[in-house]
């Protein structure tokens, strides 16, 4: 019986603490009404021990363990206030009455990861990865790894420059996009994005991949809405004087028009021909008279022009888009630039002339001027089924060069003035029909320079070369393509057609000579191209034949006599590019094509090159053969930010005219000789990058190593000479905390060359470092310094340090800044090179240290 | 109160005036890009209030597979499948990133794809046709689309989902009721202090992160149930991955779109279908259910539309089923 009672009691007392609560009742509001969806939860000590939701009735009802402890129930809502009610644990009815809420739910937007890939597109968010110094979108695009921008504003990523730069997906600068990486401010933007396998062409998208990557910048939403842009204004004072500089750009992006204005003046540093430089159609006109200017431009050596060049440069460019439908667009691009700018250095050359060595020692005082107007227009139509291209480009370069040259105590004046104009039109219709493609294509192009003039004065000597030429230019291709599964052929016919006129007289010392030519240039090819892609698109090849003819034919306007040339063309071509994983990519390359003069090589009459050196044609056409094999590795972990680009090329180049080379005390000629010779090239570079988002650091590391072998006729002796390169280059910038952010880069380099069982080498290193510090947020206070190390030769080396000191305060929309050029004051800059058997040593005056302050306000 | 009242009624007349000029999925569309005519116009019902907002970044951890997209040649559409998968210990997983939206109010939720929410955020604006077409545009060239929508306690103790199995929509109901075991972890999720549950469903461990502080039972795609807003998920395998990444006041109200062809079904059968299929491919499509096909081009590959209704997203990336059971 007894233990009978005592399991009654444990059976009663284990029920008792097993035993499940209520708690029910209901939820309204201070009128009185019901309400839904109110979460209701029962917590002890931070543990949940049960909840549920009020339905339309308003009620709820929570089941939970009994126990001896208090817990709260607690009401909440997402319009009315939320309500703890302490309770026991033991069933109970619990009605409450809920106040509404006055206050909303705090909004929040994360901040976006810092990359992101998405098939074939690599996007960065800019804010994460620039830093505080970074004013304008090309100083925050150096942060991202991968990317690499040059001093001219040229961007690449992985080693392969870009095709094709939009703002917004809208091409308005074609490839003058420095004017925007110098002119957006790096706030402006949200992410660059990387297209990789870029098809610019809609209806191009499923014929294979390429190998062109473009880059897309995205703005944020208050660039898109309302004007954006900045004005500049800076005055100072240096060794040469007054510095100034005053400049604006105003933008409008987003709706159907897009804008860019921009204009600047200045003489504190060059920045025209940079600013409004067209990366993928040169505003250059390289027509062929130019060889007739000489080289009065001077040298320039590896040393931004910052330190040494004294500029006046102005440039005003505007640039417009207009969206008339989702496919057609219409756009303008047309700027004027001025620059002029003039410097100072010595030479010390050194010819290679058989048994004993000729040296020249020189003191040059160059200035350039040029003019450079230009204006496109383009009419685009880019549906997923035709294409419409219709481009005109007019562009005009005005070049004038002088040359102040002393030469052992006696004076020389050399100048030289080019003019020349191209205008160009080009149509370009494709049409997709099913699985047929069809292309044609006309371009008609006339340069003309019709005054290239050269002359000098000095050293008892005067000389006059005058010279022009004209060009015109027609192309035509029909093409088409069909895709099948896997393969695509593809069946190009182009035929070009140059009409060439070029003329010259040269007045200098007991020569006189006068040449006029006329020549028509042709070439017909079929370049058939089969396309194979695997069922993963992951390999892709490619092969093509150049097939057909070149002809020639250049008349004598002098003397009647005619020479024709017809030249037949089989060039092989292939490519290979294999994407082994999401993470690597291979491309391969090799090809071999035929290599043929112009109307220049049928030009007897001799040309100076400069008052020392003539040039003289033998008037045999040059005919060669190009091969080359390049292979090409990609590695990247983008989530990681770890990039790693490699590349190695093979090539030799075969022709029938040998360089030749006769070095007297005050003369060299240079000609050519009818002799076979090859030159070979191997080159190899590579480049590592990564970046540590918690401490905003990145690292880079690159090599660059090279040789060549070619053959030159020195004083009528051929001599094999051989040349080498090596450099290492690296970069670190790191900003590990709020106050202070740090970068250091540099390369080391050595060149050399042998010959004749003689080799010499110049070494050259370059150590910079930039320290920024922030005592407040909006001041900056910062110091960056070069140190360059150059082989002048043999045992003589020259240190040099550079340096530069600055403040920079930013307030609301204005930043005041005042720098300190030259800070050490130093004076000039040396280094040596090789050029075949010959050594230049150079030596360059440096501006002085300078004082800038300048406000830029931005929109 | 009043203000509600207002706000309901300003959205109801701007709902019925924009729906005049809104067009979905016309039946039997050309072979051309989909033009929006207004005679092909559809309407929406509305499902209920939304008072915020929640964007999720959707992820998925896949790989680069070795089945080819389809291609179709006339009339005949055929599957070619090319190498097989790419052998083990070769690195080849990629991470594919979707935008998706919930909506929430006091009683109702939806979960879909953001392009799917902007088309019906500019109706609910009024936003021109031409603007809304090109929304429309938008979604058929886009190469990354979730496709599902899910509309969380409607009814009331249930879920409705809409998804795609080509070349047909469908919709199925199921209860809105998860097992969850509370965790003792905590962290912070889009900027709220956040405790961890975890619970089991269709055939996958699914841990979430919730925040008490935001007072909705409801979460990403179909997690829901818990006394706070579920602003990241995962399965145990780390393939999906649901992420908030962004909480705002409502734009406008949720909405289901009109679809005379949508297809009831069982939750049970549709995912064994969608299995089978692999995902949204023309996979074992009877060719005779096929009456037109559009192709669109896009950076990472393509679409197609079939029917005029559902698109294909051509990829060589293997898709990963969200529910295994």
């Known amino acids: 019986m007894r233990k009978v009672v005592s399991l009654l009691i444990l059976l009663l007392a284990s029920y008792a603490l097993s035993a499940q609560i209520v708690i029910q009742g209901s939820v309204r509001d201070e009128e009185g009404v019901a309400i839904a969806g109110v979460v209701v939860s029962l917590q002890q000590e931070g543990k949940t021990l049960g909840y549920g939701t009020t339905g339309k009735d308003g009620r709820y009802r929570l089941s939970v363990q009994a126990g001896k402890d208090t817990a709260t129930v607690i009401f909440n809502h997402l319009t009315f206030e939320k309500l703890e009610v302490p309770t026991t644990l033991e069933s109970r009815n619990l009605d409450v009455i809920l106040r509404e809420r006055s206050e909303t739910l705090k909004e929040v937007t994360v901040t976006a990861p810092v990359v992101k890939l998405r098939g074939d597109t690599l996007s960065f968010w800019l804010p994460a990865l620039a830093a505080r110094e970074d004013y304008t979108l090309e100083d925050a695009m150096k942060r991202i790894p991968g990317i690499e921008v040059d001093e001219n504003g040229r961007i690449s990523y992985q080693g392969r420059a870009i095709s094709h730069f939009y703002i917004d997906g809208v091409d308005i600068l074609g490839g003058k996009y420095t004017l925007a990486t110098r002119g957006i401010s790096a706030k402006m933007v949200d992410q660059v994005e990387i297209l990789d396998n870029h098809h610019s062409v809609k209806m191009e998208r499923n014929s294979g991949r390429t190998n062109e990557v473009a880059m897309n910048i995205k703005l944020n939403k208050e660039a898109r809405i309302k004007p954006t842009g900045s004005s500049e204004a800076r005055a100072g004072w240096g060794s040469e004087g007054f510095l100034g500089r005053i400049g604006g750009s105003l933008m409008r992006f987003g709706g159907k028009n897009q804008t860019i204005l921009s204009g600047k003046l200045g003489n504190d540093a060059q920045f025209a021909q940079s600013e409004t430089s067209d990366y993928f159609s040169s505003n250059q006109i390289s027509g062929k008279a130019s060889t007739f200017a000489g080289s009065v431009s001077g040298s320039s050596p590896p040393l931004d022009a910052r330190y040494y060049l004294r500029p006046m440069d102005a440039y005003v460019s505007l640039d417009a888009s207009h969206k008339q439908s989702d496919d057609v667009r219409l756009k303008l691009n047309s700027h004027y630039a001025y620059s002029y700018g003039t410097y100072d250095y010595s030479t010390r050359s050194d010819y290679y002339a058989g048994d004993n060595v000729v040296t020249l020692q020189e003191v040059f005082n160059p200035s350039s001027k040029s003019h450079v107007p230009s204006i496109g227009l383009d009419y685009q139509l880019n549906s997923e089924e035709r294409y419409l291209n219709e481009r005109f480009r007019a562009t005009a370069n005005f070049i004038t060069n002088a040359m102040a040259t002393m030469r052992a105590d006696d004076p020389l004046d050399q100048s030289s003035s080019i003019r020349a104009i191209r205008l160009q039109n080009s149509l370009d219709w494709r049409k997709l029909i099913g699985d047929r493609r069809f292309y044609f294509n006309n371009t008609i192009a006339w340069t003309s320079s019709p005054s290239v003039k050269y002359s000098f004065a000095g050293l008892g000597l005067t000389g006059l070369q005058d010279g022009f030429s004209h060009n015109l230019r027609v192309n035509q291709r029909i093409s088409t393509a069909h895709d099948w599964r896997r393969l695509t052929l593809d069946l190009p016919l182009n035929a070009t057609i140059d009409y060439d006129r070029i003329g010259n007289t040269l007045d200098f010392g007991d020569i006189t000579a006068q040449g006029s030519l006329a020549g028509l240039n042709g070439a017909v090819l079929f370049s058939p191209l089969l396309r194979w892609r695997s069922p993963s698109k992951q390999l892709q090849i490619d092969l093509r034949v150049d097939l057909g003819g070149k002809g020639l034919s250049v008349r004598d306007r002098f003397t009647g006599n005619v020479d024709k040339h017809i030249l037949p063309v089989l060039d092989p071509n292939f490519s290979l590019d294999w994407t082994a994983t999401a993470r690597s990519q291979f491309r391969l390359s090799a090809s071999s094509s035929r290599t043929v003069g112009d109307i220049m090589d049928f030009?007897?009459?001799?040309?100076?090159?400069?008052?020392?050196?003539?040039?003289?044609?033998?008037?045999?056409?040059?005919?060669?053969?190009?091969?080359?094999?390049s292979l090409a590795y990609d590695w990247k972990r983008p989530i990681e930010l770890w990039f790693f680009h490699s590349d190695v090329m093979a090539s030799r180049n075969k022709t029938n005219l040998r360089s030749s080379q006769t070095v007297e005390t005050d003369q060299i000629w240079n000609t050519s000789i009818p002799e076979p010779v090859s030159s070979d090239g191997l080159t190899?570079?590579?480049?590592?990058?990564?970046?540590?988002?918690?401490?905003?650091?990145?690292?880079?590391?690159?090599?660059?190593?090279?040789?060549?072998?070619?053959?030159?006729?020195?004083?009528?002796?051929?001599?094999?000479?051989k040349g080498d390169n090596l450099r290492f280059n690296w970069e670190a910038s790191s900003a590990p905390w709020k106050w202070i952010s740090l970068s250091y880069r540099g390369y080391w380099s050595r060149t050399g060359s042998s010959y004749l069982g003689n080799r010499t080498a110049f070494v050259t290193q370059t150590h910079s470092g930039t320290l920024s510090l922030f005592p407040v947020t909006a001041l900056r206070v910062y110091f960056d310094t070069d140190f360059i190390r150059t082989q002048i030769t043999g045992d003589l080396f020259k240190n040099m340090a550079l340096g530069k000191a600055g403040i920079e305060w930013n307030k609301d929309k204005i930043r005041y800044s005042l720098l300190v050029h030259n800070v050490f004051d130093t004076r000039s800059y040396a280094y040596s090179i090789f050029t075949g058997l010959d050594t230049f040593s150079y030596n360059y005056a440096l501006r002085g240290r300078e004082i800038l302050f300048s406000i830029t306000y931005t929109l | 109160m009043v203000r509600k009242l207002l706000v309901t009624a300003f959205f109801a007349l701007s709902l019925s005036a924009s729906f005049t000029v809104y067009a979905q999925n016309p039946v039997g569309a050309s072979a051309k890009p989909i033009q929006r005519e207004k005679a092909k116009v559809a309407g929406y019902d509305r499902i209920g209030d939304a008072l915020y907002e929640v964007i999720y970044e959707y992820r998925v951890r896949t790989t680069v597979s070795g089945k080819m997209s389809t291609r179709s040649e006339g009339s005949t559409i055929t599957v070619r499948s090319g190498q097989p998968e790419i052998p083990e210990g070769q690195d080849n997983t990629v991470s594919d990133t979707y935008s998706t939206i919930l909506q929430f109010g006091t009683e109702r939720a939806r979960f879909l794809d953001y392009l799917a929410y902007k088309v019906d955020s500019l109706a609910c604006a009024g936003a021109p046709e031409d603007t809304i077409a090109k929304a429309y545009n938008d979604i058929d060239r886009s190469a990354f689309y979730f496709d599902p929508v899910i509309f969380q306690n409607w009814p009331e103790g249930s879920m409705t989902v809409d998804d795609v199995l080509v070349p047909g929509t469908f919709t199925y109901s199921e209860n809105m009721t998860h097992e969850w075991t509370f965790g003792d972890d905590q962290k912070e999720v889009c900027g709220y202090p956040c405790q961890e549950a975890k619970t089991s469903y269709g055939g996958r461990e699914w841990t979430?992160?919730?925040?008490?502080?935001?007072?909705?039972?409801?979460?990403?795609?179909?997690?829901?149930?818990?006394?706070?807003?579920?602003?990241?998920?995962?399965?145990?395998?780390?393939?999906?991955?649901?992420?908030?990444?962004?909480?705002?006041?409502?734009?406008?109200?949720?909405?289901?779109?009109?679809?005379?062809?949508?297809?009831?079904?069982?939750?049970?059968r549709f995912i064994q279908r969608k299995k089978a299929s692999g995902g949204n491919s023309l996979n074992n499509i009877p060719t005779e259910s096929i009456t037109s096909i559009a192709v669109f081009k896009n950076d990472n590959g393509g679409t197609i539309k079939v029917n005029g209704r559902v698109t294909v997203r051509m990829t060589n990336h293997t898709w990963i089923p969200l529910e295994l059971e």
Not at chain 1, 603 to 621: A, D, F, H, K, W
Not at chain 2, 231 to 249: C, N, P, S, V, Y
């Open chain 2, 208 to 268: 979430v992160w919730f925040a008490p502080s935001i007072p909705s039972n409801v979460g990403p795609w179909k997690l829901g149930g818990l006394p706070g807003l579920i602003l990241e998920a995962q399965d145990a395998e780390g393939i999906h991955h649901f992420t908030a990444t962004a909480l705002r006041k409502a734009a406008c109200p949720i909405v289901r779109v009109q679809d005379a062809g949508r297809d009831k079904t069982q939750r049970d």
């Open chain 1, 684 to 721: 190899f570079s590579g480049s590592l990058s990564k970046r540590f988002q918690q401490t905003s650091t990145k690292l880079m590391v690159g090599i660059r190593a090279g040789s060549n072998r070619n053959s030159i006729t020195q004083q009528g002796r051929a001599i094999d000479y």
């Open chain 1, 603 to 629: 030009l007897r009459t001799p040309v100076m090159s400069s008052y020392r050196s003539i040039r003289q044609s033998p008037g045999i056409l040059r005919d060669g053969r190009n091969s080359r094999i």
